[in-house]
């Protein structure tokens, strides 16, 4: 019989290899699904983590990374501080949708100006949503005691109609033949977030991914806020008495984490995406939760496992031209990899022993 | 304008659009009554709707398609109870992962199915009764689940109210410590109750499929799950005060789509976001009177059990 016996403290060895074991277990039990659904295992598993790097159009799609793992990295080194706190925002695809939102509309009140003074604001405004956004489940828990998990969920869903009611009044494009979605921020110099060395994918939102990723490492490590959050996590009566304020830091955590949101929705709608459009949400606000923890709630590791995630995401668009794989088998793997990461973080918090016969 | 709406027809029909989140919250409650958070009801939700739909298509029997999505629904939930009871995961971020892995799932299942017409579940059939004015079109001219949902309430509250087993598992969901030095086994009886929560939500999803839309797409629950779970807290874990708060959630639904059909003045996109702000309005209502909140709530919900000897 297997016995499990608590660590006193998580091992530093296990936790560290726990992400590398569920890519591995994830690996397996996805080209398990790929077998099933009658694809070559070796091969689907081979186009989604190796040709977007090395293979046949990998010129193309080297730069995606970038691109893609920059909001995730963003999203997920918000939501990372407020986990550690046991404060679980899980609405960063609202946010996300709100700072896209603000940004877009103060670019496009001041169309067709040249200032270069626009993007800034429109970078300053775009934080600001998300962190307005974020701030509503934060008071509400403050004040009323609401659960912060399902008020923020539920603004998801608000924001995503408040989004399509934008596209099709609010921001329409006045010259777009009455199409919804707004003006095209391609074709606006002044806000309009494009790469900054050319063929690399870099732009805005990447720079500030990394920033964010600095500024989380020396808060974390650094500064008593940082010091302060992680002892509400793990011990928050011990918190209480250090004199932390729960309230204080539930505010910090999740106003923070909407701020980033915000900030990867700006960078998103002003690049990649260009525009205000119904369809514009895209799922970085939850697969960040999955980055978040492949990342062990690490500024370092969150970088990581947010390149690995974006690597899935292209992966997973390129296996759907070449070997015709659903679009949501991406999205069940990503789901896999949460599952067993989860499950081998028992290794890290417990030994197991092989129990002997109980004595009498 | 408002003269248009039938307050015959909207109550049936609020019946209808209540019973997917009735049954998932009923579901949901016997699992945070053992003390077990599981916030994967969505993912449970959307794996039972497409499970049932496909199970429906290919026999031609929608009772068939209800009974897979229930086995469905608890075949998903055992990974959560697996990955909580078994390995000590933390409930928040693994019910989060079934969540997430659930929408991919039926997405990846529900291939097939899209634009498919499922097998029509058949209304209930009263006889004379069903003829009776306002009451038999009101209540009487449904399909047998959401009766069956009303009845699995009754249940439920009969179980934890008056069996041994029941007053177990709220002693369980309570304080699981003391459940185990009395020796009742509590990882076994959580699994049970995480199946139980999970068949429900299940049901809850076929029945979006077969009868509320009735047709698979993508991504249909649409919240619904999460609804679910917030309705557990507006009953303050009591099984009638669930049917209550479906059937209010049910109703603004409705009233919105009505409004939505008769025309109003009001651009749809606002009138969609009604039920999620209610839901929040709701709950901070409940959750203002801090005091009878945790009273109610299972002092042991979504801690981890370990026996440590």
Same mark, same amino acid.
Request: hydrophobic content about 55%; charged content about 10%.
């Given at each position: 019989?297997?016995?499990?016996?608590?660590?006193?403290?998580?091992?530093?060895?296990?936790?560290?290899?726990?992400?590398?074991?569920?890519?591995?277990?994830?690996?397996?039990?996805?080209?398990?699904?790929?077998?099933?659904?009658?694809?070559?295992?070796?091969? !689907?598993?081979?186009?989604?983590?190796?040709?977007?790097?090395?293979?046949?159009?990998?010129?193309?799609?080297?730069?995606?990374?970038?691109?893609?793992?920059?909001?995730?990295?963003?999203?997920?080194?918000?939501?990372?501080?407020?986990?550690?706190?046991?404060?679980?925002?899980?609405?960063?695809?609202?946010?996300?949708?709100?700072?896209?939102?603000?940004?877009?509309?103060?670019?496009?009140?001041?169309?067709?100006?040249?200032?270069?003074?626009?993007?800034?604001?429109?970078?300053?405004?775009?934080?600001?949503?998300?962190?307005?956004?974020?701030?509503?489940?934060?008071?509400?828990k403050l004040r009323f005691g609401t659960s912060e998990i399902l008020v923020s969920l539920m603004l998801v869903y608000v924001a995503q109609h408040i989004m399509s009611a934008a596209s099709f009044g609010m921001l329409k494009n006045p010259e777009g033949m009455g199409f919804p979605g707004s003006r095209n921020f391609q074709h606006y110099p002044a806000a309009f977030n494009g790469e900054l060395?050319?063929?690399?994918?870099?732009?805005?939102?990447?720079?500030?991914?990394?920033?964010?990723?600095?500024?989380?490492?020396?808060?974390?490590?650094?500064?008593?806020?940082?010091?302060?959050?992680?002892?509400?996590?793990?011990?928050?009566?011990?918190?209480?008495?250090?004199?932390?304020?729960?309230?204080?830091?539930?505010?910090?955590?999740?106003?923070?984490?909407?701020?980033?949101?915000?900030?990867?929705?700006?960078?998103?709608?002003?690049?990649? !995406?260009?525009?205000?459009?119904?369809?514009?949400?895209?799922?970085?606000?939850?697969?960040?939760?999955?980055?978040?923890?492949?990342?062990?709630?690490?500024?370092?590791?969150?970088?990581?496992?947010?390149?690995?995630?974006?690597?899935?995401?292209?992966?997973?668009?390129?296996?759907?031209?070449?070997?015709?794989?659903?679009?949501?088998?991406?999205?069940?793997?990503?789901?896999?990899?949460?599952?067993?990461?989860?499950?081998?973080?028992?290794?890290?918090?417990?030994?197991?022993?092989?129990?002997?016969?109980?004595?009498? | 304008m408002m003269g248009s709406i039938d307050p015959i027809l909207l109550i049936a029909s609020l019946m209808v659009a209540s019973t997917p989140i009735l049954l998932a919250a009923i579901g949901e409650l016997v699992t945070e009554k053992a003390g077990v958070l599981n916030l994967g009801v969505e993912g449970m939700m959307i794996v039972g709707a497409i499970a049932g739909f496909a199970m429906a298509v290919e026999t031609g029997s929608p009772l068939m398609g209800f009974l897979g999505a229930a086995l469905a629904g608890a075949a998903l939930s055992l990974i959560f109870a697996f990955l909580t009871q078994v390995l000590l995961s933390n409930q928040v971020a693994t019910g989060l992962a079934l969540t997430l892995f659930g929408i991919g799932f039926s997405a990846l299942i529900g291939q097939g199915y899209t634009g498919v017409r499922p097998p029509p579940t058949p209304k209930m059939d009263f006889g004379p009764l069903s003829d009776i004015p306002v009451i038999g079109p009101m209540l009487l001219r449904h399909d047998p689940m959401v009766y069956v949902s009303i009845l699995i309430i009754a249940a439920v509250w009969a179980f934890l109210k008056f069996t041994r087993a029941g007053l177990v598992l709220r002693a369980v969901g309570e304080s699981h410590d003391a459940a185990h030095a009395l020796g009742y086994k509590v990882v076994r009886l959580r699994v049970l109750a995480i199946a139980f929560g999970g068949a429900c939500a299940g049901l809850g999803g076929a029945y979006l499929s077969l009868v509320r839309v009735p047709q698979w797409t993508e991504g249909m629950t649409a919240g619904a799950g999460w609804i679910a779970l917030a309705i557990v807290v507006f009953a303050s874990w009591r099984p009638w005060r669930v049917l209550a708060g479906a059937y209010l959630f049910g109703g603004v639904t409705v009233l919105q789509l009505n409004l939505q059909a008769a025309g109003v003045a009001i651009p749809v996109q606002y009138l969609s976001m009604a039920p999620y702000l209610i839901t929040i309005l709701v709950l901070v209502l409940i959750s203002a009177d801090r005091r009878r909140a945790a009273q109610n709530a299972p002092a042991s919900l979504g801690r981890v059990f370990h026996a440590s000897s």
């Open positions: 019989m297997l016995k499990l016996e608590r660590r006193p403290a998580p091992s530093r060895l296990w936790t560290a290899a726990t992400p590398v074991l569920a890519v591995i277990a994830t690996m397996i039990a996805g080209g398990l699904l790929f077998a099933a659904l009658g694809k070559d295992p070796v091969e !689907a598993i081979r186009t989604i983590f190796w040709d977007p790097l090395f293979g046949e159009f990998a010129s193309y799609s080297r730069p995606q990374l970038l691109v893609k793992a920059g909001p995730l990295i963003l999203i997920a080194i918000g939501l990372s501080l407020g986990f550690k706190a046991q404060v679980w925002n899980i609405g960063a695809e609202g946010q996300y949708m709100m700072g896209a939102l603000f940004g877009a509309a103060t670019g496009l009140a001041f169309y067709p100006t040249d200032s270069v003074l626009l993007f800034p604001a429109m970078v300053v405004m775009g934080a600001f949503g998300g962190f307005l956004w974020a701030m509503i489940p934060a008071v509400l060395i050319a063929g690399t994918g870099m732009h805005w939102g990447g720079v500030a991914a990394l920033g964010a990723v600095v500024a989380a490492y020396v808060l974390l490590s650094r500064h008593i806020l940082g010091f302060h959050i992680r002892v509400a996590g793990e011990a928050p009566r011990a918190a209480r008495f250090a004199g932390v304020s729960p309230a204080l830091l539930t505010s910090v955590c999740l106003g923070t984490s909407g701020a980033l949101a915000g900030l990867a929705g700006l960078f998103e709608v002003t690049g990649p !995406a260009g525009q205000i459009t119904t369809d514009f949400a895209s799922g970085y606000g939850f697969t960040a939760i999955i980055v978040a923890f492949l990342g062990r709630l690490h500024p370092v590791g969150i970088l990581l496992a947010g390149l690995l995630m974006a690597l899935t995401y292209i992966g997973g668009e390129l296996a759907q031209l070449t070997l015709n794989l659903p679009s949501a088998a991406v999205q069940a793997f990503q789901g896999m990899l949460l599952f067993f990461l989860l499950a081998f973080d028992v290794l890290a918090n417990f030994r197991i022993r092989l129990a002997g016969r109980a004595r009498a | -």
